[in-house]
């Protein structure tokens, strides 16, 4: 099974940071990465695919990068509603596997 | 409008069976691959299932394997997750996921969730 481990586990970040999040597999998983962003009590919210094409309607601060083993998802300007849990996943081969999330929370 | 809710789930006692369903609406159900994915109070996300369109090719989790079976019918477009022999580890949100082949086997649509508590 292909581990994702995810770096920071949590942080701490005000309004108009720059943060970064990064995703590491275990073997690699060529541009099979996607990250997704969860709110308390909602679903899982598609954010980028394929490592680095963001979803339709997803706000341009965030961006996704990497290939092979190591990724990353960066928000520029941290905005109110971004305060939540984000989770990676590779869909490069079964079983699926999530990274173990990472909380942005305000400072 | 939300093009998955999932239905069925509720409070079963260790050893128990549950069926979960999952409707879809407002896509050609048939033409994607789905997927249930849970999350246990307070925790991060695990992928349980996966079934292609055709419902020919199935996969799952080791944790499930053995005792949850997926299906679907696509002319009724729901996905379904019966659920035998229940642990108190199974204990967790339930939610459907549609999976697009052509980006990368993303999961772009999810349900709300279904609650499954496992519990004497």
């Known amino acids: 099974d292909i581990q994702m481990t995810q770096s920071p586990s949590s942080l701490s970040a005000s309004v108009g940071d720059r943060v970064t999040i990064t995703c590491r597999a275990s073997?690699?998983?060529?541009?099979?990465l996607n990250w997704y962003q969860q709110k308390p009590g909602k679903a899982p919210k598609l954010l980028t695919y394929?490592?680095?094409t963001l979803q339709s309607g997803v706000p341009s601060r965030f961006s996704g990068g990497g290939s092979g083993t190591d990724f990353t998802l960066t928000i520029r300007g941290l905005q109110p509603e971004d305060f939540a849990i984000y989770y990676c996943?590779?869909?490069?081969?079964?079983?699926?596997?999530f990274g173990q999330g990472t909380k942005v929370e305000i400072k | 409008e939300v093009p998955l809710v999932e239905s069925g789930g509720g409070l079963v006692q260790p050893g128990g069976s549950l069926r979960l369903s999952c409707a879809a609406s407002?896509?050609?159900?048939?033409?994607?691959?789905m997927n249930w994915v849970r999350q246990a109070p307070g925790k991060g996300l695990e992928w349980i299932s996966y079934?292609?369109?055709?419902?020919?090719?199935?996969y799952y989790a080791d944790s499930v394997k053995g005792r949850f079976t997926i299906s679907r019918d696509n002319a009724d477009n729901s996905l379904s997750l019966q659920m035998n022999s229940l642990r108190a580890e199974d204990t967790a949100v339930y939610y459907c996921?549609?999976?697009?082949?052509?980006?990368?086997?993303?999961?772009?649509?999810w349900g709300l969730g279904t609650l499954v508590t496992v519990s004497s």
């Open positions: 394929s490592a680095s």
């Open positions: 996943h590779q869909s490069s081969s079964f079983p699926r596997t």
């Open positions: 407002g896509f050609t159900f048939g033409d994607y691959e």
């Open positions: 073997q690699s998983i060529s541009t099979y």
């Open positions: 079934i292609s369109s055709s419902g020919r090719t199935v």
């Open positions: 996921a549609r999976e697009r082949v052509s980006t990368g086997q993303d999961f772009d649509y």
